[in-house]
């Protein structure tokens, strides 16, 4: 079945740090493939999103790349600020099927 | 536009109870989906709505079931609580459903603490 993996945390970075996340997913076809994010207390709120193999998605500084041949979706920023603390998903849904399979969730802290 | 709202936001139940939860989507869309988030097993699909029909079902027992009506709000009833089922309870709003891009909008949540 389909599944996502993502990297484990909890992550710690300083302010203006380089971020990475971790993604790598098992699916038939192709799927769509996104980043959620939860704030503490919230419900998921969409950062981006891409539909097909090379497609990048941006958003809020945020990018990740959709890669076929490794089945990966990284998401990076490049200098991190203290409001991007949350909890990162990564998901991935089939063409045709409204169900998001999510990976385990990364919590992000980012110190001043 | 409102947003996806759920309420209650906030709910204490007694196992054996029965708890009934209600999501309106975003004025338009036509699609609800359901999920469960718990810290042991994360974010998982219960169910998904179009058109009042339930289209898509995730792998839980019966005791989860749902309905949407035809303004498109949708409940989701749980029977016989277990200590379990404690979870945020998420809803999911979206145009048409199951087409790539279409975007999926969540709700706040409706924290359920089965004592």
């Known amino acids: 079945g389909d599944s996502v993996t993502q990297m484990e945390g909890p992550v710690t970075l300083s302010e203006e740090a380089f971020l990475t996340i971790n993604c790598t997913y098992t699916?038939?076809?192709?799927?769509?493939l996104f980043w959620y994010v939860q704030y503490p207390g919230e419900g998921l709120q969409l950062l981006l999103k891409?539909?097909?193999?090379?497609d990048k998605g941006s958003n809020k500084g945020f990018e990740a790349t959709y890669r076929k041949e490794t089945t990966s979706f990284h998401l990076e920023k490049g200098s991190v600020q203290v409001s991007d603390s949350a909890v990162y998903f990564c998901?991935?849904?089939?063409?045709?099927?409204?169900?998001?399979?999510f990976g385990t969730g990364t919590r992000l802290t980012i110190i001043p | 536009k409102a947003g996806v709202t759920q309420t209650p936001r906030y709910l204490i139940k007694t196992r054996g109870q029965q708890v009934t939860l209600s999501c309106s989507p975003i004025s338009g869309h036509r699609s609800v989906s359901w999920y469960q988030q718990t810290p042991g097993q994360g974010l998982q699909f219960l169910f998904e709505y179009f058109s009042e029909t339930q289209r898509n079902k995730g792998n839980f027992p019966g005791r989860f079931s749902g309905r949407q009506f035809s303004n498109s709000r949708s409940e989701m009833n749980v029977s016989t609580l277990e200590l379990g089922d404690s979870a945020l309870y998420l809803c999911?709003?979206?145009?048409?459903?199951?087409?790539?891009?279409?975007?999926?909008?969540f709700g706040p949540g409706t924290r359920l603490t089965v004592t």
């Open positions: 891409a539909t097909k193999a090379d």
């Open positions: 999911a709003s979206s145009l048409e459903g199951g087409r790539a891009g279409d975007e999926q909008y």
């Open positions: 699916a038939t076809g192709y799927p769509s």
């Open positions: 998901a991935l849904r089939r063409r045709g099927n409204e169900k998001l399979t």
